[in-house]
Structure formats: structure tokens, C-alpha cells
């Protein structure tokens, strides 16, 4: 199947889904997780017609960000090393993985010497799995306090990775719990704006992400394919 086939195939599947629980199509946006494809594959993407592509490691990304970025904008989906910022910084419009305050800190600092702001996703880590990276929903509000008295960045949403299931369903506690967690933080109003961005859903579980509220889904072998 080519990568625009999945693509129709995966937007059909959306389709469904919005229509089905009464979202709207346009309130959901496709990041093409592009880590395990080649610079070729993701230039297909892009001449498909997928604007945003999610990236987990800067060494693995960067001669596909050095031939390609004009063309897309970049999410940066995998853990963030605190001595890789320097290297991720103004050259991926989000980063989906903030999960710490020395990470906060550093991505503040290296913001404020290019003069920018920095979209980013608190990464809460719902399902508890010792193998997730995230902050836990306890400490979750006290990290979000924190992060907002820096100035050079932006909380657009929250993130999670739910734990894989054989049966998607089981995946809906986690996708909820963090669509909760934002609505909290939106009524203590711990931020002067509003975080509206959910960033939840894969391959195998993105059609109850999108019932649950997810606004980014992180595709990669459904819609991109998988090589080597």
C-alpha cells in the first residue's frame, strides 16, 4: 500500500470516528511519525500533503530536517536530554515530551537567547508505567505551576502515551484521564491562555484517542509504513 493510500485510509478511519462521536474533522491534525522510514519516504509524505512530521531522535532526524524542513513543521515527540536541547531548539515548532523542570529550565534558557517562545506539551505520564517517561498526575500541578512562570514558553496542550493494548478499548482510562487533567488545569487557570492541545493516540489506538478529545494524533506504521 503507498503512503497516500494509508493516508486515505486513515482519514476515512477519522472521518468515522468524528462523525460517529460528534467531533469535527478539522479539530484533528496528523503528525506522520516519520522515525523509522527513510529522507525519501518522508519527502513522500510531504508531497502527499502532510504538513507535520514527528520526530523522536535529533541524530536520526537530522539529515531529514536538513533536506526537508522548509517544506513541513517539525514536532519533536521523543525524551528530551537536557545536552540536546541546544540541538532541537528553534528547529521544531513543538516539543511534545516537557516532563521535567531542568528540562523547563534549559529549553527556557536556550529559548531566551534566540529571542523565542517554544510550543510544548507537559507530557504526563496517566497509565503509571514504570517504562513511560512523564510526570506523574499527583505532581502534575505543581509541575505546571512551575513552568508557567517561564517566560519563553508556551503550554500548548498535554501529552500521553497510553500502555499498547491488544484490544484499543482498554487504552480510553488513559486517553480520558488526561483530557480531564487539562480541564483541570484550564479551571485553576494556572496559564493566562488557555491549553486546548491534546496530543494523544498511535497507530494501533488513535480512534478512541479521538472519542477521549485527542487534537494531535502521532501516527507512524498505519500511515507512513515501516522499512528495514
Known amino acids: 500500500m503507498s503512503v497516500l493510500e494509508r493516508k486515505q485510509e486513515v482519514e476515512a478511519r477519522i ?3 468524528c462523525r460517529e462521536s460528534g467531533r469535527q474533522e478539522n479539530d484533528i491534525k496528523i503528525i506522520a511519525v516519520t522515525k523509522y522510514v527513510s529522507l525519501e519516504t518522508t519527502e513522500q509524505v ?20 536538513e533536506a526537508l524542513h522548509e517544506r513541513g513543521t517539525w514536532h519533536f515527540l521523543g525524551h528530551l536530554q537536557t545536552n540536546k536541547v541546544k540541538d532541537v531548539i528553534g528547529k521544531f ?25 517554544v510550543n510544548c506539551f507537559l507530557q504526563v505520564n ?3 508505567e514504570e517504562t513511560k517517561y512523564g510526570v506523574s498526575p499527583q505532581e502534575f ?15 500548548c496542550g498535554l501529552m500521553t502515551m497510553a500502555p499498547y493494548e491488544l484490544e484499543s478499548e482498554e487504552t480510553r ?10 480541564d483541570q488545569l484550564n479551571e485553576r487557570r494556572l496559564f ?5 492541545e ?16 485527542a487534537t494531535w494524533v502521532r501516527l507512524g506504521t498505519v500511515l507512513v509504513g515501516k522499512e528495514g
Open 15 to 17: 472521518a468515522t470516528v
Open 46 to 65: 510531504l508531497n502527499i500533503g502532510l504538513q507535520h512530521i514527528g520526530e523522536n531522535r535529533w541524530q536520526d532526524v537530522k539529515p531529514k530536517w
Open 93 to 117: 515548532a513543538y516539543i511534545h515530551s516537557l516532563d521535567r523542570m531542568s528540562l523547563a529550565k534549559e529549553l527556557d534558557k536556550q529559548a531566551a537567547s534566540l529571542g523565542i517562545e
Open 126 to 128: 496517566i497509565s503509571g
Open 141 to 155: 500541578f505543581q509541575f505546571a505551576e512551575e513552568v508557567s512562570k517561564l517566560a519563553h514558553i508556551r503550554v
Open 173 to 182: 482510562p488513559v486517553f480520558r484521564g488526561l483530557r480531564e487533567l487539562r
Open 192 to 196: 493566562p491562555y488557555e491549553v486546548k
Open 198 to 213: 491534546l496530543s494523544m493516540g498511535m497507530s494501533s489506538d488513535f480512534d478512541v484517542a479521538i472519542q477521549e478529545g
